[in-house]
């Protein structure tokens, strides 16, 4: 596992990462991953078929030493848990506000200098009939590429892949995607949504 990138200083002690790395090891897990030379990006985070993803995902994010952020529903962030959401990296979105989600999650990318925010396409743990393309648009917006995140359960392995620039060709973009998650497993296969547009 490579160091964090020049454009991205460390934002974990690097002793959390030597533990989250042996942690991961001792539950049967190879990190292979690199921090991508940008200070902003929208890592995919894919497949999603359980809440056991979570805990591999905040194991590699102490590992590489990067703080993640995500989105949630603003009703989330209400007293008492809103401050211990945002401290864990939440993103308040109010879907009821003039700007919708995307255009709330480009703003938010807009007002900082450094930013990984993670993005589950499928949208839930369940089956569903197709990615949701918000992840795509958000980095399409905020001018900022787009980090193949994965949880291999058939190999065991988990980490940062490729880098992707929104070209604004959607479905060019969208099918280099797909052949990088092709022959990814979940932890529950059947759970597994198909890569298509939406």
């Known amino acids: 596992m ?18 989250a790395r042996a942690l991961l090891r001792l539950f049967g897990w190879t990190p ?21 993803d979570g805990l591999i995902v905040i194991l590699m994010a ?15 962030f209400k007293p008492p ?11 308040p979105i109010d879907r009821t506000a003039r700007h919708n989600a995307v255009e709330q999650a ?14 589950a396409p499928e949208g839930t743990r369940r089956k ?7 992840f795509y648009h958000i980095a399409q917006g905020a001018n900022v590429p787009m980090v193949l995140g994965f949880i291999d359960y058939k190999t065991r392995t ?28 979940g932890r529950h296969p059947e759970r597994m949504s198909e890569i298509k547009l939406g």
């Open 158 to 185: 988990a980490g940062l892949g490729p880098v992707v620039e929104p070209t604004g060709d959607f479905e060019a973009d969208m099918q280099t995607i797909r052949q990088f998650y092709a022959g990814m497993t």
């Open 128 to 134: 569903a009939d197709r990615w949701k393309t918000g």
């Open 2 to 19: 490579s160091a964090v990138s020049p454009s991205r200083p460390p934002e974990y002690p690097y002793v959390l990462s030597v533990i």
């Open 62 to 76: 102490f590992a590489l030493r990067v703080r993640l952020h995500w989105l949630g529903k603003h009703t989330l």
């Open 106 to 119: 480009v703003q938010w990318f807009n007002h900082r200098e450094r930013a990984a925010l993670v993005i």
């Open 32 to 52: 292979v991953s690199h921090v991508p030379n940008s200070p902003k990006f929208v890592i995919v985070a894919a497949p999603h078929t359980s809440n056991w």
């Open 81 to 91: 848990f809103g401050f211990i959401l945002r401290a864990f990296g939440g993103i």
